[in-house]
């Protein structure tokens, strides 16, 4: 019997790779575009080149939209945390003046948050070497940005726009998981890059004065975050969450400040220091203990069920969560 090519432990291992490589550049390549326009105003010229790019595949293939207004809500409610909430602060941290270090330090604080509040309230079961490995990967990401934080650029307001960035996109993501686990990517990414462009674009008007100063860079960047990481890495990520524990699947975040690393060294001739060589060692084995599959006892039963859409019964559960998934953004 052949197994399907979405479920063969290599294409989940490229759809890993491919989600820490992408959102490694985007952090690089966020902070490029952000030189030619503030972080309501590159947000929402973002969102609108996302829609562009939907709206042909919306009219083509005509997707499952949201059957109730409740789920129209949740999609409303999810796309608001994770792109405008999530991605406005996080932006907005680097453009008043907080180092790319402290930045990348508190948002990667997310597996180990996510990892307190599944256990806690959705029944989601961690083994101790999973919590190790949080905590190893946390203290490892500290090692790699620890030669770039300087607390004396690190203003109330930039603290205060990177930690609602990190409740932004701690909040979403579970917010999805528990109310959006069988939305359409397609009429779903419609509905939240609307909703994010009527947000953003007056505050981009308000805030900013929408001032954009156009360059090749800038289009680049804003392709690429679309295409690359909104539309492509995003359906990635959401596969993953589809198969294993969202701690396990989040602790992937560990690795985008890695790859950064890489990244800048590559763009800007960041050399990075013996210790943050050292942190992305003890990051790379911290990963390692929380995606390590623990053994299931065989009278274990699912921990979290989602009800079928309408019109579907449960059994045909697992096929329809093959197909549709919810959108997100979780970094850049």
């Given at each position: 019997?052949?197994?399907?090519?979405?479920?063969?432990?290599?294409?989940?291992?490229?759809?890993?790779?491919?989600?820490?490589?992408?959102?490694?550049?985007?952090?690089?390549?966020?902070?490029?575009?952000?030189?030619?326009?503030?972080?309501?105003?590159?947000?929402?010229?973002?969102?609108?080149?996302?829609?562009?790019?939907?709206?042909?595949v919306i009219l083509i293939m005509q997707p499952r939209?949201?059957?109730?207004?409740?789920?129209?809500?949740?999609?409303?409610?999810?796309?608001?945390?994770?792109?405008?909430v999530h991605l406005g602060g996080s932006h907005y941290?680097?453009?008043?003046?907080?180092?790319?270090?402290?930045?990348?330090?508190?948002?990667?604080?997310?597996?180990?948050?996510?990892?307190?509040?599944?256990?806690?309230?959705?029944?989601?079961?961690?083994?101790?070497?999973?919590?190790?490995?949080?905590?190893?990967?946390?203290?490892?990401?500290?090692?790699?940005?620890?030669?770039?934080?300087?607390?004396?650029?690190?203003?109330?307001?930039?603290?205060?726009?990177?930690?609602?960035?990190?409740?932004?996109?701690?909040?979403?993501?579970?917010?999805?998981?528990?109310?959006?686990?069988?939305?359409?990517?397609?009429?779903?990414?419609?509905?939240?890059?609307?909703?994010?462009?009527?947000?953003?674009?007056?505050?981009?008007?308000?805030?900013?004065?929408?001032?954009?100063?156009?360059?090749?860079?800038?289009?680049?960047?804003?392709?690429?975050?679309?295409?690359?990481?909104?539309?492509?890495?995003?359906?990635?990520?959401?596969?993953?969450?589809?198969?294993?524990?969202?701690?396990?699947?989040?602790?992937?975040?560990?690795?985008?400040?890695?790859?950064?690393?890489?990244?800048?060294?590559?763009?800007?001739?960041?050399?990075?220091?013996?210790?943050?060589?050292?942190?992305?060692?003890?990051?790379?084995?911290?990963?390692?203990?929380?995606?390590?599959?623990?053994?299931?006892?065989?009278?274990?039963?699912?921990?979290?069920?989602?009800?079928?859409?309408?019109?579907?019964?449960?059994?045909?559960?697992p096929d329809a969560a093959n197909q549709y998934v919810?959108?997100?953004?979780?970094?850049?």
């Amino acid at each position: 019997m052949n197994v399907p090519l979405s479920r063969q432990p290599w294409f989940s291992a490229a759809l890993a790779w491919y989600f820490v490589v992408v959102w490694g550049s985007g952090f690089v390549i966020t902070k490029i575009a952000l030189q030619y326009a503030p972080p309501f105003t590159f947000l929402t010229l973002r969102f609108v080149f996302g829609l562009a790019c939907v709206i042909p595949v919306i009219l083509i293939m005509q997707p499952r939209w949201p059957a109730t207004r409740v789920e129209l809500v949740h999609v409303i409610v999810a796309g608001l945390l994770m792109h405008a909430v999530h991605l406005g602060g996080s932006h907005y941290t680097q453009y008043l003046g907080i180092s790319a270090g402290i930045t990348a330090l508190i948002l990667s604080a997310q597996p180990l948050i996510t990892a307190l509040i599944a256990a806690r309230w959705m029944d989601e079961r961690l083994t101790r070497r999973q919590w190790v490995g949080v905590i190893v990967g946390l203290g490892g990401v500290l090692l790699i940005v620890w030669h770039k934080i300087d607390v004396h650029v690190a203003t109330a307001a930039s603290l205060l726009a990177v930690t609602v960035g990190l409740a932004g996109v701690t909040a979403g993501t579970l917010y999805q998981r528990a109310f959006c686990p069988l939305v359409d990517l397609r009429s779903a990414a419609f509905v939240q890059f609307s909703v994010n462009i009527a947000v953003l674009a007056p505050l981009a008007w308000v805030v900013e004065g929408f001032t954009i100063e156009w360059s090749w860079a800038l289009v680049g960047a804003i392709v690429f975050l679309v295409i690359g990481g909104s539309i492509l890495a995003v359906s990635a990520l959401h596969t993953l969450m589809r198969r294993g524990q969202a701690t396990r699947v989040t602790s992937l975040l560990y690795l985008t400040p890695v790859f950064a690393v890489v990244v800048e060294l590559a763009v800007f001739g960041l050399v990075p220091s013996a210790l943050s060589t050292f942190g992305i060692v003890v990051t790379c084995f911290g990963v390692a203990l929380v995606a390590a599959r623990a053994r299931a006892p065989a009278s274990a039963s699912p921990t979290f069920i989602h009800s079928p859409p309408p019109g579907q019964t449960s059994r045909a559960q697992p096929d329809a969560a093959n197909q549709y998934v919810g959108t997100a953004d979780t970094r850049m």
